[in-house]
Each structure stands twice: as structure tokens, then as C-alpha cells.
């Protein structure tokens, strides 16, 4: 039991599809990551909510739109994806403030045709 | 940009061996978390160091910061097959605050 899922655990779409990874946590946490890990590449920092709020973007094309409702949920909309967005993503939660340790989800491993 | 270069990136020992994996950076940070991550599950976080010249040890694994905060050090004593899994190593950026991960090191104990 991690305290944060994710659903799916594997989503194979096609690249006209659309469709929502989800993120659950059970931690009390008051932010959430979106991260997304390549073979051989640094975890690569997507999104990040704070007290539901985005406060981070780091230049992600417009086909992945993520959504916080509430502090203990977080979506990532998938539209029109391509070849090269296949990979593992990550949900993670944190206490706000520095130094705060991250707790992830087992991710979704995302393969697009 | 704030980088965290992790070496070796891929290792293959025999049981009872040692090693060190190491995290490096030209960049100051105000932390420095290690992971473990295995197969099909998301990184687990192993230790949080703060402080520059700390070490924390976790039964087998020895975690030090260096001096200046900009790297850091993963030692295993007698490594075990449970060990196997991929090491991460993150930053805590003194400017934002945010986790600047490396790129990684797959560790692999062969009984």
C-alpha cells in the first residue's frame, strides 16, 4: 500500500484517442507531481498542484492537460498524443515546502500506436 | 539549468560485494533525497540528507552530502539480491524548491 494510485497501470491508445490517467492519494498531502520517466532519461517534472492550484508548467505541449478537483485527486488528459510520448508516468504527493520527501505511485505505463 | 550526474549508470555485482554509487552536480542544493525504484512500482524514497558533510546510515547503506551541498555518495555494504532495483538520486533546488532527479543507477546482485 503506497498511500498514492494510479489508474490505469497500462493504457495502449492510438494517437487520435482521448483519455484520463488518474491519481489517488491518501496521505493528507497538500501537493501533487505529475512526472514522466523515459529509458535512460532523468524523471522529467511535468505539472505540479499546490492547495489545488498549478504552480508549475514546464513546457508540456498542450495534449497533456492535467486537472486537480480537490487536494486528494489529479487527472492528466491525453488527446492526439504522439510515437514519442510513450513511457512511464508518475504521480507523486508531498507536504508543501522545501526539502519534503515525494511519494509515488507504481505509474502507468503508456504506449502509443 | 541545475543537473545531477549519476555514475556508474549500470552495475552487475555478486552477492556479499561492495559498492558506491555516486551523485554529482556543479550546482548547490538544499537537500539531497535518494530512491529506490523497482520493476513495475514507483521510486521509494531511502534517505533525505540536509546538512553539508552529513552521513545517514540505513543497516547496509551509508548516505553522505558532500561539504559544498552539490553531491553525494550511496555506499552498500555485502549488497544482497533484494537490493537489485534502480537508484535515484535527487536534489532539492535552492531556488525553487523543486526535486531535480538524475538520470539513475541500475543496480543488479547476483546470488
Known amino acids: 500500500e503506497t498511500g498514492v494510485t494510479q489508474t490505469p497501470r497500462h493504457l495502449v491508445m492510438g494517437m487520435t484517442n482521448k483519455k484520463s490517467l488518474k491519481c489517488e492519494q491518501h496521505l493528507g498531502h497538500n501537493a501533487m507531481y505529475w512526472y514522466k520517466q523515459s529509458a535512460k532519461k532523468p524523471l522529467e517534472l511535468m505539472f505540479v498542484y499546490s492547495l489545488e492550484e498549478r504552480v508549475e508548467n514546464n513546457s508540456v505541449p498542450s495534449r497533456f492537460s492535467p486537472e486537480c478537483p480537490n487536494s486528494s485527486h489529479l487527472f492528466l488528459h491525453l488527446h492526439t498524443l504522439q510515437p514519442e510520448d510513450s513511457a512511464l508516468y508518475l504521480c507523486?504527493?508531498?507536504?508543501?515546502?522545501?526539502?519534503?520527501?515525494?511519494?509515488f505511485g507504481d505509474g502507468t505505463r503508456l504506449s502509443i500506436l | 539549468t541545475q543537473l545531477l550526474e549519476q555514475s556508474p549508470q549500470f552495475l552487475s555485482i555478486q552477492e556479499g560485494e561492495n559498492l558506491t554509487v555516486y551523485c554529482n552536480s556543479s550546482?548547490?542544493?538544499?537537500?539531497l533525497q535518494w530512491y529506490r525504484q523497482e520493476p513495475g512500482e514507483g521510486p521509494v524514497l531511502l534517505v533525505t540528507?540536509?546538512?553539508?558533510?552529513e552521513v545517514k546510515k540505513l543497516k547496509r547503506l551509508t548516505f553522505q552530502f558532500g561539504d559544498a551541498r552539490k553531491d553525494s555518495s550511496l555506499h552498500i555494504t555485502a549488497a544482497q539480491p533484494g537490493d537489485t532495483g534502480l537508484y535515484l538520486c535527487a536534489g532539492g533546488s535552492s531556488n525553487t524548491g523543486k526535486l531535480i532527479f538524475g538520470q539513475g543507477t541500475t543496480l543488479q546482485v547476483k546470488p
Open positions: 507523486a504527493s508531498s507536504q508543501n515546502g522545501r526539502n519534503q520527501p515525494q511519494h
Open positions: 550546482s548547490v542544493f538544499s537537500s
Open positions: 540528507v540536509v546538512t553539508g558533510g
